[in-house]
């Protein structure tokens, strides 16, 4: 037994591509060299180039900061480099989320088919290489359904656990009626909705500054999902936030009493710990005010993430160590949010 990472990354190299079959090889995304001159990209160099023109950071020659793992455990070249890296740190699954598609936008419903195709194959190959290890979140194709739905049961037979969605897909809100036959193929082979913060359609995608447009929708979409029929329609099926912390929930909670899901001001009652006893799991950090969350959140549906991978605000690689030392939370509660509401939230 040890640590459940609710949320990893994976920075996708060549590999990420290889599956592609001959008649999609156009779909490959191209290498993109600059000068690092941009001052929006502070100096970042290599990229994927999409045919829209979208830049999107490419991990080649990727560099670690200081403490963090190699290039070749971040990209996944060594699978069992990471799960030493996991040893270390006492984690016992990961659970690993894209880079690529975090900022992908599509137009092109086959482009989209076929790279979110190839990616998952090749993190299927990875799972299996890593013993059940690294589990890992499913990239749909959200603007062809049925194919959507034709990933979500090949990741289910290897080693998947979740389907990644951002807030915001396809220029719809999650409760649209559109993502209705996803989210029932999701509950039949009991995968999680893992919503991440990312850009889906955000004309700013490509100024690093903006990651707080990707992170404020995440609380807007838990109103929406909150608020909706989905624990009668989907009673089975568990949503994950993560990434955007938890310290806005008691924001949402209180828009939600207010009637914010209904844009008409009326009083709502909330049960005494509103996020009780549902199928909602929020990642929190490991340095938040956590007495203060727990009282809307409850302690069954806190969970924890390191976003090992990456190096970035929401990047915390030794977050369950620290959140294990935190006295002012009772260690059975700590120990949930560490392991037992991530098994949870992902049916381990």
């Not at 909705?193 to 707080?212: D, K, L, R």
């Not at 009652?269 to 929020?282: K, Q, R, Y």
């Not at 690689?317 to 392991?339: P, Q």
């Given at each position: 037994?040890?640590?459940?990472d609710?949320?990893?990354h994976?920075?996708?190299?060549?590999?990420?591509?290889?599956?592609?079959?001959?008649d999609?090889?156009?779909?490959?995304?191209?290498?993109?060299?600059?000068?690092?001159?941009?001052?929006?990209?502070?100096?970042?160099?290599?990229?994927w180039?999409?045919?829209?023109?979208?830049?999107?950071?490419c991990?080649?020659?990727?560099t670690?900061?200081?403490?963090?793992?190699?290039p070749?455990?971040?990209?996944?070249?060594?699978?069992?480099?990471?799960?030493?890296?996991?040893?270390?740190?006492?984690?016992?699954?990961?659970?690993i989320?894209?880079?690529?598609?975090?900022a992908?936008?599509?137009?092109?419903?086959?482009?989209?088919?076929?790279?979110?195709?190839?990616?998952?194959?090749?993190?299927?190959?990875?799972?299996?290489?890593?013993?059940?290890?690294?589990?890992w979140?499913?990239?749909?194709?959200?603007?062809?359904?049925?194919?959507?739905?034709?990933?979500i049961?090949?990741?289910?037979?290897?080693?998947?656990?979740?389907?990644?969605?951002?807030?915001?897909?396809?220029?719809?809100?999650l409760?649209?009626?559109?993502?209705?036959?996803?989210?029932?193929?999701?509950?039949?082979?009991?995968?999680a909705?893992g919503?991440?913060?990312?850009?889906?359609?955000?004309?700013?995608?490509?100024?690093?500054?903006?990651?707080?447009?990707?992170?404020?929708?995440?609380?807007?979409?838990?109103?929406?999902?909150?608020?909706?029929?989905?624990?009668?329609?989907?009673p089975?099926?568990?949503?994950?936030?993560?990434?955007?912390?938890?310290?806005?929930?008691?924001?949402?909670?209180?828009?939600?009493?207010?009637?914010?899901?209904?844009?008409?001001?009326?009083?709502?009652?909330?049960?005494?710990?509103?996020?009780?006893?549902?199928?909602?799991?929020?990642?929190?950090?490991?340095?938040?005010?956590?007495?203060?969350?727990?009282?809307f959140?409850?302690?069954?549906?806190?969970?924890?993430?390191?976003?090992?991978?990456?190096?970035?605000?929401?990047?915390?690689?030794?977050?369950?160590?620290?959140?294990?030392?935190?006295?002012?939370?009772?260690?059975?509660?700590?120990?949930?949010?560490?392991?037992?509401?991530?098994?949870?939230?992902?049916?381990?």
């Amino acid at each position: 037994m040890g640590y459940i990472d609710c949320d990893t990354h994976v920075i996708e190299s060549l590999r990420a591509w290889s599956y592609l079959r001959p008649d999609e090889k156009h779909f490959h995304p191209q290498q993109k060299e600059t000068d690092g001159t941009q001052s929006q990209w502070r100096g970042l160099t290599q990229f994927w180039e999409m045919p829209s023109g979208q830049y999107i950071i490419c991990g080649l020659n990727i560099t670690s900061p200081p403490g963090h793992p190699s290039p070749a455990v971040r990209l996944l070249d060594d699978v069992s480099g990471r799960v030493k890296c996991m040893d270390d740190l006492g984690v016992e699954i990961q659970v690993i989320i894209p880079s690529f598609f975090l900022a992908a936008q599509f137009t092109d419903a086959a482009h989209q088919k076929a790279l979110a195709r190839s990616y998952n194959r090749w993190l299927a190959e990875c799972s299996e290489e890593s013993e059940g290890r690294l589990r890992w979140s499913v990239v749909p194709p959200l603007l062809d359904i049925d194919a959507a739905k034709e990933e979500i049961a090949f990741g289910a037979a290897h080693g998947a656990v979740s389907v990644m969605m951002r807030a915001l897909e396809c220029k719809r809100i999650l409760t649209d009626p559109y993502f209705f036959p996803l989210y029932e193929e999701a509950e039949r082979y009991n995968l999680a909705i893992g919503i991440h913060i990312g850009n889906a359609n955000s004309p700013v995608y490509h100024v690093p500054e903006a990651i707080m447009h990707s992170v404020v929708p995440m609380a807007a979409s838990f109103v929406n999902i909150y608020t909706s029929d989905f624990a009668d329609r989907f009673p089975d099926l568990r949503f994950g936030f993560l990434e955007a912390g938890s310290e806005w929930l008691p924001f949402a909670f209180r828009e939600i009493s207010r009637g914010a899901h209904t844009a008409w001001r009326q009083d709502v009652h909330l049960d005494e710990i509103p996020l009780s006893g549902s199928n909602l799991f929020v990642a929190c950090t490991f340095d938040e005010d956590l007495p203060y969350v727990l009282k809307f959140a409850g302690e069954d549906n806190l969970v924890l993430g390191t976003d090992f991978g990456h190096a970035d605000i929401g990047t915390d690689i030794r977050a369950h160590r620290l959140m294990g030392e935190r006295t002012d939370v009772d260690g059975k509660v700590l120990s949930k949010i560490n392991e037992d509401n991530g098994r949870r939230l992902y049916g381990l």
